[in-house]
C-alpha cells in the first residue's frame, strides 16, 4: 500500500426528501445563488419548482444558466461566470447529474479568475480558489458530486479534458434516489457502467498490498451487477437507485484509490470519442471496456484479473488465463444485457477517425499503471472495440 | 435503505513518516498544545522524541498528560480539563490508541464547560464545543481517531459509559502503519476483534435494502481475518498492520452504518464487564460475540447470519440455520486461533456478578435492534459466555 493524503469534506444528505436541508445549507455561505441545470428534466418532475419555491420561502435570490448539456460546453462554463461576476454570486447549485455539477464546478472555479475557464484545462492556469458549490444529485452516475474533479469539452478544439482541485470539491450533496427514478434507461445503464468504470481504473493496480481497498472495490462492483438490471426494469424501485446512488459517490470520493496507483486509460481513450462524438460516456466506457481488459492482460496482469473474475463473478478454476478470460466474457455480456452497443462502429464512430484519437489520447505520453500503453496499444484497443471483435 | 446524513471532516494523513505533516496541521490552531498520551510505550519507540521535537522546531509549546490508562478513567479526563483551562491550550494531541483519544476527546469537551466532564455520560450535559483535537494512532483497533464517539469509564461509580458529538471528530489524524509494529500480541488480537466487533453491530441490522453497506462491511470482516493472524506471527509485517489500521478507522466513521438501523448490544454488555474488571474492550468482545450470535438466530435471523457465512467464511449450504451456525462456530475458531479466550469464566469473571452486568446493561431500556435484548436474555448470553458453552 502506498502512503495517502484523504479527505472528504463534502456533507452527504441522503435519502427521501433530503432536500429540507437545501436552505440551511444554502444559508451557510449567503443569499445570492447561480442556479446550473441541464435540459426541462428537472421542470418535468417538478424538482425545479421546489427548489425555486425554498428559495422564495428563505429569501434566497438567484440567477439561472440552464441548457447544460451532456459533455457540458466551456461556453456554458463561460456563460457562468459571466453571471456569477456580474451579480456577486455567492453560491454555485448544480441541480442534475454529472454533467451539470461538473459544469458548475468550473463556473465555481472561474469566478474567481480573470483569464478564460479553458486555461484550468490547457494548464495555463491553477485552480486554487472556487466559490462554493452544493448538489442535488438526478443521476447516479459520475460521482462528481463528492470530488473535485471536471470533465469540460471544447467543441472548437474537439478537445474533452479533465481537471480537479480540492478547492472544487462540493460543500454539499442532496442525493434522493427518487430524484433518478426518472432517468430514461439508456442514461441508468450507462451509468451504471460508467461507476463500474470508476471502480474498475482503480481497482486494477501495479500497487500490492492493497487488500481493503480491493474488497471495497469488488463491493462496489457486486452492487451495480446486482441492482443496474433491477433499475432497468423496474425504474421505480427506491432500493436500487438507492444503491446504485450511494455507490456512484463512493466510488469516485478517494476511498477506492487511497493508497494505490490507479489506471485511468479507458477513461483517457473514452474521452476522445466523445469529444469527437457527443456520445454518452458511460456508452463509451461500456463498449472500450471488455477490449482494453483483453489487451492488458499477460502473465504479469492476469492474476489480477483472474482474481476480479473469482471475487466478482464467482468463476472457479485455478488457470488465472482462463479464468480471467471468462470473467471479462461475464463482463461484455453484463454491459449487452444492458442494452449498451458492444462496438464503436455501431454507434457511429467512423473508422477513419480511429488513427485521430489513438494520437490524442497519446499526445502527452502513455497512458495508465496497471499496462502502460502507448500509441500503438491505443490504436489496437480501439480498432477491437471498432471491430466489435 | 434509511435516510441519512454523513460527512467526514478528518483529514487523514496515511503511511510512513506522515508524522512529516505533524506542524502544519497543529499551526492551522495555534502554537499552545497538551499532548495526551498512556504508558511509555511512545518513549520506548522514539515517537514521543519525534513529536517534541517537532514542536521544538517549530516554536509549538506543550504541555503533558501521561499515563492515560486502557479503559481510560473519568480522574485522567478531569487532570487534563484542568491543564487545558489553566494554560489557554489550543489543540489537544492524543497520541496512542483508542483509549488515548477517547480521553482526549473528552478533556477537549471539558475544556470549554463549567461543570464537571462526567456529566456528559450522566447526560446532565451536552457536548456542543470542543477544542480542536489531532492524533497520532499507534494501535489499530477502536476507530476513534474518524469519529466523534468516546467511552469513559468511572471507577467510584464502576460505570464505563459513552458519549458522542460531531464537535469531537478529529481534525486530522496521522496513520502511520509503523507505529503500531510494537503492539503486543495480545493487543494486536484484541484490536483486530474489536475492528470486527464495529463491523458486527453495524452488519447484523434488521433494516433491508443495504446492499452496498453490507458488501463494504464483509470486505472489512474479510481483511481482518486475513491479516489478523498475519500481524500476530510478523508483528512488523507492513502490509498487514496498514491494512487494519485502514480498516479499523473505516469500520467506525460512519460508513457502515449508514442508512440502516445499528445493533450495538454487545459492545453495551461488554462494557459492564470491563467497568467491573477492567479487561481489554476487544478480549471481552471476543468472548460475547459468538455467543451473542448464537442467541439472536431465529427464523428471521437466520438467513441474516447465514449470508455472513456464506460471504465472508465461504460457507455453503441450502438450510439458513445450518450454515448460519457454521459460520458462527468459524467466528469463534477464528478467535480463540488469535490465542483469545473463549469464556468469560477463564479470565477471573465471577458468576455471582453476572445478574449485576445484565441489570447495569439493561437499565436504561432494552439493548439492540437485530434482535431486542431485555434483563433474561443478556443474563442468557453473559451464563452461556461465562460456562464457555
Not at 472555479?109 to 442535488?136: H, K, V
Not at 473535485?148 to 469539452?153: E, K, L, P, Q, T
Not at 482494453?292 to 472457479?316: G, N
Request: proline letters at 4%.
Amino acid at each position: 500500500m502506498l502512503n495517502f493524503d484523504i479527505h472528504f469534506p463534502t456533507r452527504i444528505h441522503f435519502g427521501r426528501g433530503k432536500i429540507e436541508e437545501l436552505a440551511r445549507e444554502i444559508l451557510v455561505y449567503g443569499r445570492r445563488v447561480l442556479l446550473v441545470y441541464g435540459g426541462g428534466s428537472i421542470k418535468r418532475s417538478g424538482l425545479y419548482e421546489q427548489v425555486v419555491n425554498i428559495f422564495d420561502d428563505f429569501g434566497i435570490t438567484h440567477l439561472e444558466l440552464s441548457g447544460v448539456q451532456p459533455n457540458p460546453r466551456i461556453s456554458s462554463v463561460r456563460q457562468g461566470v459571466e453571471l456569477c461576476k456580474e451579480h456577486e454570486i455567492e453560491l454555485v447549485l448544480a441541480v442534475g447529474g454529472g454533467s451539470t455539477i461538473d459544469c458548475a464546478k468550473i463556473i465555481a472555479a472561474g469566478a474567481g479568475y480573470e483569464g478564460d475557464a479553458w486555461d484550468f484545462f490547457t494548464r495555463r492556469a491553477r485552480i486554487n480558489y472556487a466559490l462554493p458549490l452544493g448538489c442535488i444529485l438526478t443521476l447516479a452516475a459520475t460521482g462528481s458530486e463528492m470530488n473535485g474533479n471536471a470533465v469540460i469539452s471544447n467543441k472548437e478544439t474537439e478537445q474533452k479534458l479533465g481537471t480537479g482541485s480540492t478547492v472544487l470539491i462540493p460543500r454539499f450533496s442532496i442525493l434522493d434516489p427518487e430524484y433518478s427514478f426518472s432517468v430514461p434507461p439508456e442514461q441508468t445503464a450507462a451509468g451504471t457502467v460508467d461507476i463500474m468504470s470508476h471502480v474498475f481504473e482503480q481497482y486494477f493496480s501495479p500497487t500490492p498490498g492493497t487488500f481493503i481497498q480491493d474488497r471495497l472495490a469488488e463491493a462496489m462492483l457486486k452492487t451495480c451487477i446486482h441492482y443496474g438490471p433491477i433499475a432497468l426494469a423496474e425504474p421505480d424501485n427506491y432500493e436500487a437507485r438507492a444503491n446504485l446512488m450511494w455507490t456512484g459517490s463512493l466510488a469516485l470520493n478517494g476511498l477506492l484509490g487511497a493508497g494505490k496507483r490507479t489506471d485511468w486509460a479507458t477513461h483517457d481513450i473514452e474521452h476522445e470519442i466523445s469529444a469527437l462524438y457527443d456520445i454518452t460516456h458511460g456508452l463509451g466506457l461500456a463498449i472500450l471496456t471488455p477490449y482494453w481488459m483483453h489487451y492488458v492482460m499477460d502473465e504479469v496482469t492476469a492474476p489480477r484479473l483472474a482474481d476480479y473474475a473469482r471475487q466478482v463473478w464467482s468463476i472457479e478454476g485455478t488457470e488465472d488465463l482462463i479464468v480471467a478470460r471468462a470473467g471479462i466474457k461475464k463482463t461484455a455480456e453484463f454491459f449487452r444485457s444492458l442494452h449498451l452497443a458492444g462496438s464503436l462502429s455501431e454507434i457511429g464512430v467512423e473508422s477513419d477517425r480511429l488513427i485521430e484519437m489513438a494520437e490524442k489520447a497519446t499526445a502527452h505520453g502513455t497512458l495508465g499503471s496497471f499496462k502502460k500503453l502507448e500509441f500503438s496499444d491505443v490504436l489496437k484497443i480501439l480498432t477491437n472495440a471498432f471491430n466489435g471483435k
